[in-house]
C-alpha cells in the first residue's frame, strides 16, 4: 500500500470498519477531522474492492494485515480508530503494535463494548441466513441501506459471518494494560452496546480514557454530533508545532492518568 504524506500532515487516522464493511464509506470521514489530520481507511480481504479475496477468520491474522497495510506509515505519529468489530481489530492491533515499540498516539472506539464486557447478544455466527439476518436486523447491526437490498445483503454475508465468528468467540486473555490512551464513543440507543461496557474500556489502559455517548443507534458516524465530537478528540493530540506557521499549536492531549466522561446531548 502506497501512501503519501503531505509536509501539512502531523497525524494520520487509519480506520477499522465494521464486521462485514468496507473501507469506502469512512472516506467521508476527511470532512470531520483537523486541518492536518490525514484519514487512511483499510481495506481488509474478503471486503469492499478485495472482495474477490479469501476472507480472513482469525483476529490474529487480520491484525498482522492491518499493520502490513500500515507499512511506512508506523514511523510517523498515527492513531486507530474502529467502530464495532474494528473496535475490537484495533485493540488488538495496538496491543501488536506496543510490543513492536510502534504504539498509536490514541485508540478510538465506536460501537463496542469493551472485550472484558460479556457479549452484548447470543451468538448468531451458526445461525442459517434467514435467523442469522434477523438477529442482526432485530440488534440494529446491519446498515438500512443493506437491509433494503437483499441481494446486495447476500453478498456480504460471508464477511459479516466471518467477523460476527471473531467477535462472537473472541476471549480477553491479556493482563498488561495499553499504553496508550482510548477514548470511546457509543449510541445511547444502540442495542449491541451499554454506558457500563463503554466505560469498562477504562480498565484496559493505564494511560487517559473518555467516553463521549451520543443520541442514536449503532451506525452514527455519518451523524453531526459524532464529527463533532471526533474533531474535538483528535484536537486535543494537536501537532506539537503548527505545520504551516511552525508556530507553537495546541497542547498535548490529556494528563497522562486523567479520565473523562461527557455527552453529546
Known amino acids: 500500500m502506497t501512501q503519501v504524506f503531505s509536509a501539512r500532515t502531523w497525524l494520520t487516522l ?24 490525514r484519514v487512511v481507511p483499510l481495506e481488509l480481504p474478503g471486503h469492499g474492492t478485495r472482495l474477490r479475496e479469501p476472507l480472513l477468520r482469525e483476529i490474529g491474522q487480520v491484525v498482522t494485515e492491518v499493520i502490513r497495510l500500515m507499512g511506512e506509515g508506523r514511523s510517523r505519529p498515527f492513531a486507530l480508530f474502529g467502530h464495532s468489530f474494528g473496535g475490537l481489530v484495533g485493540y488488538e492491533t495496538t496491543r501488536r503494535l506496543g ?20 457479549l452484548s447478544h447470543e451468538p448468531l455466527h451458526r445461525l442459517p441466513d434467514p435467523l442469522f439476518m434477523a438477529g442482526l436486523s432485530r440488534m440494529g ?7 433494503a437490498s437483499p441481494s446486495v445483503l447476500q453478498v456480504y454475508l460471508p464477511s ?25 464513543f457509543a449510541g445511547l440507543q ?23 455517548l451520543l443520541r442514536g443507534g449503532h451506525f452514527f458516524l455519518d451523524e453531526p454530533e459524532f464529527r463533532t465530537a471526533l474533531e474535538a478528540r483528535l484536537g486535543r493530540i494537536g501537532p506539537q508545532t503548527d505545520p504551516v506557521t511552525t508556530e507553537p499549536g495546541p497542547t498535548a492531549g490529556p494528563n497522562r492518568h486523567g479520565a473523562g466522561w461527557s455527552s453529546a446531548e
Open 14 to 37: 487509519y480506520c477499522l470498519p465494521h464486521a462485514g464493511g468496507g473501507a469506502r464509506p469512512y472516506h467521508r470521514l476527511e470532512a470531520a477531522v483537523p486541518r492536518g489530520v
Open 190 to 212: 444502540d442495542r449491541l452496546t451499554d454506558p457500563a461496557g463503554m466505560e469498562a474500556w477504562a480498565s484496559l489502559t493505564e494511560r487517559s480514557f473518555d467516553l463521549t
Open 141 to 147: 447491526g446491519i446498515p438500512q441501506a443493506l437491509l
Open 99 to 118: 510490543r513492536l515499540g510502534t504504539p498509536p498516539e490514541l485508540l478510538l472506539v465506536s460501537g463496542r463494548t469493551s472485550p472484558v464486557w460479556p
Open 160 to 184: 459479516l459471518r466471518a467477523d460476527l465468528r471473531m467477535v462472537e468467540t473472541y476471549a480477553h486473555t491479556h493482563s498488561e494494560p495499553l499504553d496508550v490512551p482510548i477514548a470511546a
